[in-house]
């Protein structure tokens, strides 16, 4: 997979930036840049082409997941971002997920795999239109939710969605109500508090 390594300070945290549909591994690293500049950051272009624009996995029709080809996609990103982790030296304790759109989906993924390493997360337009029958204990995970209200793309209906796959399996959840399907001040300024919060600088 193809990525940009912008290394933070030593010991510091470490952004993974997961773009959406028709974005690439540099859309995110600003946003990174303005949440904590000393963190590390690492932007990562799905692998997937759907009419010449990149995602992370496939979609049978908006909305309609391919549930196999996301599952795949799924465990490669987190093999690809643990031998990132090796590569670079530093503990998926201290990786902070951050995806927009698709790149928040395919995080969520991430978070839900039985053996997910990762403890920390900014999904912004998430939508996971899945059903979870599996209960898992989400207990270690700290998520940052930020959701559009008028949002075309994801109905109300879908964001509570996710929201309760993670409140009702234990992860403490901080929600943002937006107005659309955006990244706007509003979530930087509340994104950079929940960082504060999380007393993750060593």
Known sequence: MKY??????????????????GGDETNLLPVAEVLNPDFGAIGIRGNVIENGMNRYFKRKAEGVYD?????????????????????YNFSTEQVILLGFSN????????????????????????????????????????????????DPIVPLSESERVINIFKNQGATVQ?????????????????????????LNP
Request: aromatic fraction near 8%; proline fraction near 5%; charge should be negative.
């Open 4 to 21: 940009i390594y912008n290394p933070g300070k030593e010991g510091m945290p470490i952004f993974i930036t997961l773009h959406g549909t």
């Open 67 to 87: 549930m196999e080809d996301l599952a795949i996609r799924g465990q490669e990103l987190k093999k690809f971002i643990l031998e990132l982790a090796d590569k």
């Open 103 to 150: 790149g928040s989906n395919i995080a969520i993924n991430l978070l839900l795999q039985d053996d997910n390493p990762f403890k920390y997360a900014m999904l912004l337009a998430p939508m996971y239109p899945v059903d979870i029958e599996e209960s898992k204990d989400l207990s270690n995970l700290e998520i940052f939710l930020s959701m559009g209200e008028h």
């Open 175 to 199: 929600g943002l109500w937006v107005n659309s399907h955006e990244i706007n001040p509003q979530v930087i300024l509340a994104g950079k508090n929940w960082l504060k919060e999380l007393k």
